[in-house]
């Protein structure tokens, strides 16, 4: 180093760092003051035939759900004194699982007022938990409401009987249809319903009818999307022995375009991949958290919190999931620390669901513009014709809506790029599971 150049670092106090700046508009300056919870409770009454999520099952696991419970407020509690979630109110609040209304009615009010006497609420919060049509009732549903619940989702995901028996779901068609009458009667009128298609043995013909059944019950929402069949699962056993004929790769696309036509013709609108919404209702924000880069803390197993650019996961194993959180409070088993670069890929992976992604909003987050990070990957979507151009607006083609999944690769980021907590090497997460 010259003298010179020595003599400048002595003269020379770092007030700030970086010391090229930029023009920034005040949105831009402070991120979301506002943040989601997510609530997992992880109990069946049985297990469904393409399900592999954890969760235990049975008739009556009432004592297993209030021990459940107490560790579930204990972490909740502890939760809610960590310095970047005190103080700031929640706009979404989601509780799913599992099967949230199998609680008692005396559970659900015990877990919904620990909820909300441990949090803040926006006014406009949207409230969710998920329903089956089974254990729905009007006790639970006015429980609900009266803790600021406003939203429903219903997993109904057919309404065919036949269909109902072969996947392992346990109600009716006309149940489901009596669910969604109960919820709208005690004034809950934003209902999703669940719907899957590309079930066994169905038609094009199966999917319109039971698009337009769904439709006839008036939800703000459906979540559309294909029947996924996972390892070890029923239905997956009966694939393995040639028992089950899954409708093939075209009239997959063409029970997926009917039933848009349907949607479009009935006003609503496909923003997300799956889900289509009323044009009238607000899309769901609790889909927008997650895709848009909001930030949310998880409690219960598995449930993810994303905060302060850190994707954590709690400890999959219910057993362990107790006695971790009743002993610190925590659960956290696994995580990742994502550089700024990794946030943008995520912004990117994640944000090309949403329609539009707004090139504007990635610009103002990180100060730089999409096409200077993203250039040739969005070069690459363009003239595949997987994504196209509105002015500061992406769209996804109907094309890229089918391969969104490989979209997101696209952006995925080389493993060694990533700091990581609690991962193994092949960058699963190391988690006990207790089957
Ligand atoms: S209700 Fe959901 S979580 Fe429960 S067994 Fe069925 S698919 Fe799995």
């Not at 560790?71 to 979630?85: D, K, L, S, Y």
Request: with cysteine; proline share 4%.
């Amino acid at each position: 180093m010259t003298e010179t150049e020595l003599e400048e670092i002595e003269r020379d106090y770092v007030r700030w760092y970086p010391a090229r700046i930029a023009a920034m508009d005040p949105a831009g300056a402070w991120s979301r003051p506002t943040m989601g919870l997510y609530a997992h409770i992880p109990f069946c009454a049985h297990r469904c035939h393409f399900c592999k999520y954890k969760v235990k099952v049975g008739d009556d696991l009432h004592d297993e759900m209030d021990e459940f419970l107490d560790a579930m407020e204990n972490e909740i509690r502890t939760v809610r004194q960590r310095g970047q979630v005190a103080g700031r109110p929640l706009d979404v609040v989601f509780i799913g699982g599992g099967t949230p209304s199998l609680l008692a009615p005396r559970q659900l009010r015990r877990l919904l007022d620990r909820i909300t006497s441990s949090f803040e609420f926006t006014d406009d919060c949207e409230f969710s938990m998920e329903w089956s049509p089974a254990s729905l009732s009007g006790e639970k549903l006015k429980l609900f409401r009266e803790a600021g619940g406003n939203r429903l989702s219903i997993g109904v995901q057919s309404f065919n009987d036949d269909v109902l028996k072969e996947i392992g779901r346990d109600h009716t068609a006309a149940e489901a249809r009596e669910a969604l009458r109960l919820a709208h009667e005690a004034g809950l009128d934003n209902i999703n319903l669940d719907l899957i298609y590309r079930l066994p043995g169905q038609s094009v013909a199966d999917v319109r009818r039971s698009v337009r059944d769904a439709l006839a019950c008036d939800p703000a929402h459906v979540s559309f999307y294909p029947l996924w069949i996972r390892e070890n699962t029923v239905l997956w056993s009966r694939l393995q022995k040639g028992e089950l004929e899954l409708p093939g790769e075209d009239i997959e696309r063409e029970m997926f375009d009917a039933a848009c036509e349907i949607f479009e013709e009935n006003g609503y609108e496909h923003y997300n991949v799956f889900d289509f919404v009323r044009r009238s209702t607000p899309r769901c924000r609790y889909t927008e958290l997650q895709w848009e880069d909001g930030e949310w803390v998880g409690v219960g197993p598995s449930a993810v919190t994303y905060m302060d650019g850190r994707h954590t996961i709690n400890t999959y194993s219910i057993g362990d999931y107790v006695k971790r959180a009743n002993a610190d409070g925590a659960a956290t088993a696994a995580g990742s620390v994502l550089s700024v670069h990794a946030r943008m890929r995520r912004t990117m992976m994640f944000g090309l669901r949403m329609d539009p992604f707004d090139t504007e909003r990635f610009r103002r987050q990180y100060g730089v513009g999409v096409d200077a990070v993203f250039g040739p990957e969005l070069v690459r979507l363009v003239e595949g014709g997987l994504i196209r151009r509105e002015g500061t607006l992406l769209r996804l083609t109907a094309e890229g809506v089918r391969k969104v999944n490989n979209i997101g690769k696209l952006f995925y980021e080389a493993p060694d790029d990533r700091q990581t907590l609690g991962l193994s090497r092949r960058g699963l997460p190391i988690l006990e599971v207790d089957r």
